[in-house]
């Protein structure tokens, strides 16, 4: 979820209001790795060794664009990935 909406959505927030990313992930396999997605750029990456993986992240940079879009990519220790629906953020 970003600042509370869930993933596939799309909304629109203040250019200096921050942008909060809250994901729980279980995965089949241990997670080796969850990355956070904006604009085909990984922006943050938390590696693991469990089954499930919890973050909170805030995008220090905030807008690049006047649409973002965000998605988690999810890469399990037995090379198994995934992917979320991306959140498009328009800028008002």
Do not use: C
């Amino acid at each position: 979820a970003l600042n509370g909406r869930p993933m596939g959505e799309e909304l629109t927030l203040p250019a200096a209001r921050p942008r909060t990313i809250e994901a729980e992930v279980v995965g089949t396999a241990p997670v080796a790795r969850l990355e956070i997605v904006k604009n085909s750029r990984d922006v943050h990456v938390v590696t693991s060794k469990n089954r499930e993986v919890r973050l909170r992240w805030t995008d220090p940079a905030g807008a690049d664009q006047p649409t973002d879009f965000y998605y988690l990519r999810i890469t399990q220790a037995d090379d198994g990935m995934a992917w979320s629906s991306p959140i498009w953020v328009t800028v008002t």
